[in-house]
């Protein structure tokens, strides 16, 4: 479904004449330095996660209050013009969405650590002031790797082949950020872009009621844009 989604998008993209990003005032005018036809991205960067909310039990403790831990994350994605100023963003996503617990509810000292590994799909609109834009809209994902391990290191955790308890297939989230596109080459046609996105789980990573696996996302890193 994501392949055909993407395919019908790219179709979208090539088949139009107007350029989404087309324009400027003053010094800009004519001379546009941000992406303005289909765009090809290649993205990395790090994720800072930590327990949204709620009360996440396993092995009779329970656990609310994460530590922050930086994980990497990647995409490769497009830019597909659609109205002025505006361009819709597909992106294919590796996200670590780990985390760490330095103890239990109660001070009880037994750490966790819960490694979540997913591959899914951002659909975002991007609109841009100038080369300065703002992206919003959602993120598709399913764990490939769910697992856990009382630990203070994660890689326990990775390499852990307990599972989190009736782990979810499909976690939803909201996603919203900032980038700066700035060309790196004299044509605008190549693009180094910084950017920071805060995503925002909607479900939990299990699905036992009452048992609440959230994880909230700041993410920096830079995407490398083509002009297809």
Do not use: C
């Given at each position: ?24 005032v ?30 996440f ?27 002025q ?6 992106r ?23 490694s979540?590994l ?11 002031f ?38 979810e ?24 872009t ?35």
């Open positions: 479904m994501a392949a055909a989604a993407l395919a019908v998008f790219s179709t979208i993209g090539l088949s139009s004449h107007a350029y989404a990003q087309k324009g400027g003053g010094q800009l005018y004519d001379e546009v330095t941000w992406p303005q036809s289909m765009t090809v991205t290649l993205g990395g960067g790090a994720n800072a996660n930590w327990q949204k909310s709620g009360t039990s396993v092995d009779g403790l329970n656990y609310d209050q994460s530590h922050g831990l930086a994980n990497p994350n990647f995409s490769l994605g497009l830019e597909i013009p659609m109205l100023n505006t361009m819709l963003v597909v294919a996503e590796y996200n670590d969405y780990s985390l760490q617990f330095d103890q239990a509810v109660g001070g009880i000292q037994t750490p966790l650590v819960v979540l997913t591959v899914g799909g951002d659909v975002m609109a991007k609109y841009s100038n080369n300065f834009h703002v992206m919003a809209g959602g993120e598709i994902s399913t764990p490939v790797n769910a697992t856990y391990a009382h630990s203070s290191h994660i890689e326990d955790a990775t390499h852990s082949t307990v599972e989190i308890p009736d782990k297939d499909i976690i939803g989230a909201l996603k919203g950020g900032v980038g700066y596109d700035i060309p790196v080459n004299s044509s605008s046609t190549i693009w180094l910084p950017e920071a996105f805060y995503t925002y789980q909607l479900n939990s990573a299990t699905r036992i009621p009452g048992n609440v696996l959230k994880v909230a996302t700041l993410s920096g890193g830079a995407s490398l844009k083509f002009a297809f």
